[in-house]
């Protein structure tokens, strides 16, 4: 279990205490409706946002043996985390080089010394060299090294998996979240497990909600909803809840419980049983901790364990939601008790969300939709979409611009970032 003792009175102060504030005047509105509902700007999205930046796929909890392997789906591209003979975690896309089916086919498994391809059986070994294809002599004198599997960027980072299909503008993930690493420390992040529900492994959550990414995102960059929406949260943490905002689109909420007794079963009885954690900096212990990972997934801690969720866009008009939990490695009855209360809270807490979104959502295809005007509580709203506006054209039109337009700084873009090339459109 990786959870350090020495240094942590040294990160007890946290180095961002407050956040960015919202500056006097600041403009209130968010982003124009049209881009929650133009296909054309959904590709814009997709080439130069989610096919060039860092997207968070997992923890090596996830692939931790020999063969172990684990999938990342996203816009028509498809990742195959895979762990190797020799330990090492390689990414590769899940293409077989034949005819390019699925090499493996699910969102995670384990193979015991090789991936045969199930449409005609090629098969490769577990560093992604091909071993042979099926009937060798049906090849005349086929260069086996030039089929292995393609390999994709892949960085890991606090024990979790990052992958980036295509070159793009963020630094080294290390660099790029090192306004965490004291409190990823402090939770012994990298010795994460895969969370267990009785002897079995949790199996992660997925659900598809028929609304455009950004309405789910814009739901979650912001507490200011919790006392409506959320009672159990509010019943916990809502006396103590803050959301803060960082430089280069990051950001943490926090809410600390243990104030006013709650009421609800679950979250009463989560708090007698969440056990003290004294190896945690004080500001982490009884604290529930998200930590925005930019542009469409949370990293987040409670003292009993920790789960990635976020979202993956499907269609512009559907996105896939999805999370996974982990434990820590020396867990306790008591911790195992107030963890499945807090996967309890957090999944009515989730549900709440998903209406919360559809509403959203909806609401930027009526006519007598306006804007968004923020409260100075949903800053982190205008944060994210601030950060999209840095990355893509056109944010601040009120209406679509013409699909030409759309057509002329893609190919603008395409004579600066060549590898985008190979990324045409969906149908
Ligand atoms: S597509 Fe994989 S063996 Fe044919
Ligand atoms: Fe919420």
């Known amino acids: 279990m990786n959870r350090p003792t020495q240094a942590l009175q040294a990160v007890d102060q946290s180095p961002h205490p407050e956040g960015l504030t919202p500056p006097a005047g600041w403009d209130r509105r968010g982003l124009p409706g049209w881009t929650y509902h133009s296909p ?8 130069g946002l989610f096919l060039t930046h860092w997207m968070l796929a997992g923890h090596v909890a996830d692939v931790a043996s ?14 195959l985390i895979l762990r190797g003979r020799d330990g090492e975690l390689r990414a590769f896309h899940n293409l077989c080089r034949h005819r390019g089916a699925r090499v493996v086919d699910g969102v995670q498994g384990t193979c015991r010394s090789a991936l045969v391809c199930p449409f005609h059986g090629w098969v490769y070994n577990l560093d992604g060299t091909l071993r ?4 060798p002599d049906s090849y005349d004198g086929m260069d086996r090294s030039a089929f292995g599997l393609k390999p994709i960027e892949m960085q890991v980072w606090h024990g979790f998996i990052f992958l980036r299909f295509h070159p793009g503008p963020q630094p080294d993930v ?12 402090a939770y012994g992040a990298a010795g994460l497990e895969e969370a267990t529900e009785g002897e079995d492994r949790l199996a992660p959550w997925s659900s598809e909600l028929p609304v455009n990414w950004k309405s ?3 739901v979650d960059n912001e507490g200011y909803h919790v006392a409506m929406a959320h009672p159990g949260l509010q019943e916990l943490y809502g006396d103590d809840y803050r959301d803060l905002s960082l430089e280069g689109g990051l950001n943490i909420s926090v809410g600390r419980f243990g104030g006013t007794p709650p009421r609800t079963w679950s979250v009463r009885n989560y708090e007698r049983l969440s056990p003290p954690q004294p190896h945690l900096p004080h500001r982490l212990q009884r604290a529930w901790t998200y930590y925005g990972i930019f542009p469409n997934a949370v990293i987040a801690f409670t003292p009993e364990g920790a789960q990635i969720y976020g979202e993956t866009p499907l269609t512009v008009r559907s996105t896939r939601i999805t999370g996974r939990n982990y ?42 939709f306006d804007d968004f005007h923020l409260s100075d509580l949903e800053y982190g709203v205008r944060r994210h979409h601030d950060e999209l506006r840095a ?19 893609a190919e603008k873009a395409l004579l600066t970032r060549p590898e985008l090339l190979s990324n045409q459109p969906e149908p």
């Not at 893509?392 to 759309?406: G, N, Q, S, V």
């Open 174 to 185: 290390a660099d790029w979240l090192s306004a965490y690493d004291a409190d990823f420390v």
């Open 132 to 135: 042979g294809p099926a009937r």
């Open 391 to 409: 990355i893509l054209p056109f944010l601040d039109r009120p209406t679509a611009p013409a699909a030409t337009e759309l057509d002329q700084w």
């Open 216 to 218: 789910v995102r814009d």
């Open 40 to 47: 054309a700007w959904f590709d814009l999205e997709r080439r």
């Open 66 to 79: 020999a063969g172990d392997w684990l999938t990342y789906d996203i816009l028509g591209e498809r990742a």
């Open 327 to 368: 434990k820590f490695a020396d867990e306790s009855r008591q911790a195992r008790a107030a963890r499945y209360l807090a996967m309890r809270i957090d999944r009515e807490t989730s549900k709440e969300d998903q209406q919360l979104s559809i509403w959203s959502d909806e609401s930027m295809a009526s006519s007598a």
